[in-house]
């Protein structure tokens, strides 16, 4: 089915903690080409930091107001109570959008959100254009995010006390069942044998002829990503996913908390800091924004594993509250305490 041309087309950008899609989606606004741009960003955690990245975009095809952020747990979780009025907001503005992106928390089950967009009062509206997971390469190929069937089985087979498969590889496979492309993030640092090593896990894991897009720095042409004209939402229920027998789901098997520093000095030292509570804690996923000592320019942290990466995006303004917080993600069960030692000092 075509999407009606009256109704705003929605692009759904999913995938794990830490894959690219805040990456990807500043491309996408920086070579809009003219469109009229609209973002809904569903940060999990307590502070919006993935909402902070792109406002500090300065990005004319999107300006700051036309990005809405939703902070109160995990879109598929809260589609009636945020989701929607997030739409409604968005589609008030003048002049209108050309085009809404939705960048969903690493935790989000795209097929309840996109099956949203069959009720009534949103359907008349707007149209999911296409579901867009993104998945890190160098993590795939190492097994790190996902991995195939005979390694679970024997993981299984090792843990007695293991009755479920890893959530993690759960919400991974139900993003990528849903999706119709996929992004298969910093394939700089992957070689060929990697690259093919990450290829076949997605392909075991996806029941329809889903293109693979390699990309370096989210830099993919807007145009294949946009315009997909798919209407996604009258053949969400074609895509099977684990959850499919649910009425409902929750994300308990994840933690999340917020963590205040004191003034840093160096950001390396803070980084080796990061990484060792990844190596030492299961730290998942830390992200957040840094006041480093005599520094006017605010340091972006972003850490996916031990794998930590930092940058200035811009100077600390008067707006601002300056000050260094984290976000800290992980499997249910964090010990909090050793974690804030081991960052905090």
């Known amino acids: ?35 009229r741009l609209a973002i809904i960003v569903n940060e999990f955690g307590d502070v919006g930091i993935d909402g902070e990245i792109l ?121 990528v069942a849903c999706a119709d492309l996929i992004i298969l993030s910093k394939s700089d640092l992957l070689d060929a044998e990697a690259t093919a090593r990450a290829n076949a896990i997605i392909a075991e894991h996806i029941s329809r002829a889903v293109r693979i897009v390699p990309s370096a720095h989210g830099k993919v042409d807007p145009n294949v990503l946009l315009g997909l004209d798919l209407a996604v939402e009258d053949d969400i229920e074609n895509r099977k996913t684990h959850h499919d027998d649910e009425v409902d789901h929750e994300h308990d098997d994840f933690d999340s908390f917020v963590i205040d520093l004191p003034s840093v000095a160096s950001p390396d030292d803070l980084a080796a800091r990061v990484s060792r509570a990844a190596e030492e804690e299961n730290v998942l996923r830390v992200k957040g924004f840094v006041d480093i000592g005599g520094k006017p320019m605010r340091l972006l942290l972003q850490a996916v594993g031990p794998r930590v990466n930092h940058y200035y995006d811009r100077a600390w303004t008067t707006a601002d509250d300056r000050r260094s917080r984290l976000v800290v993600i992980g499997l249910k069960g964090l010990d909090r305490p050793a974690i804030e030692k081991i960052l905090v000092g």
């Open 1 to 35: 089915m075509t999407a009606s041309a009256s109704r705003v087309p929605c692009t759904v950008i999913t995938g794990f903690l830490g894959s690219g899609k805040t990456t990807l989606i500043r491309n996408i606004l920086e070579n809009a080409g003219g469109k």
């Open 55 to 175: 406002k500090g975009c300065g990005v004319e095809a999107c300006p700051e107001e036309n990005i809405v952020e939703l902070a109160n747990g995990c879109i598929c979780c809260t589609v009636a109570d945020d989701f929607v009025p997030a739409l409604d907001q968005i589609l008030s503005r003048t002049p209108k959008v050309d085009h809404i992106l939705i960048e969903t928390s690493g935790l989000a089950l795209p097929k309840p959100l996109v099956q949203a967009f069959q009720w009534p009062s949103v359907k008349s509206r707007v149209t999911v254009d296409g579901v867009i997971a993104v998945v890190d390469g160098p993590a795939l190929a190492e097994g790190r995010v996902a991995h195939d069937m005979d390694a679970l089985k024997a993981q299984r087979a090792e843990d007695v006390t293991l009755d479920h498969e890893d959530p993690v590889e759960e919400v991974f496979e139900d993003q």
